[in-house]
């Protein structure tokens, strides 16, 4: 069983930059693909990154693509997501997730376990 933390959420101004980290334990984190995910205010739940378990495949969403860098330490048994350029339409709770497959996928039911979730805020 993986146990999932999220953390790196906050309040930041629009154009600046949040690290959030994933940390695991439990588990052979190594093994598993993380995606992270984000929800928000009245909206369904969404797809941001994924990486594979040996990071040699990333995916991004379209809204993420050349702001956002999923990057992992299976040393650190960590996953962290670099967010730049941040805009107001980021707000929301990210989650991460794990899947024991070993390529990456956008599609939520696929992953086995998730975090509680950090809150990112992005004033305008």
């Known amino acids: 069983q993986v146990q999932l933390v999220e953390s790196g959420g906050g309040l930041v101004q629009a154009g600046g930059s949040l690290r959030l980290s994933c940390a695991a334990s439990?588990?052979?984190?190594?093994?598993?693909?993380v995606g992270w995910f984000r929800q928000a205010p009245g909206k369904e739940r969404e797809f941001v990154a994924a990486i594979s378990w040996i990071a040699s495949s990333t995916d991004y969403a379209d809204s993420a693509k050349g702001r956002f860098t999923i990057s992992r330490d299976n040393a650190k048994n960590t996953v962290n997501l670099q967010m730049n350029s941040l805009k107001p339409d980021d707000t929301a709770v990210y989650y991460c997730?794990?899947?024991?497959?070993?390529?990456?996928?956008?599609?939520?039911?696929?992953?086995?376990?998730w975090g509680q979730g950090t809150q990112v805020t992005v004033s305008s």
């Open positions: 997730a794990a899947d024991r497959k070993a390529s990456t996928t956008r599609t939520e039911s696929a992953y086995d376990y």
């Open positions: 439990g588990g052979a984190f190594s093994w598993y693909t």
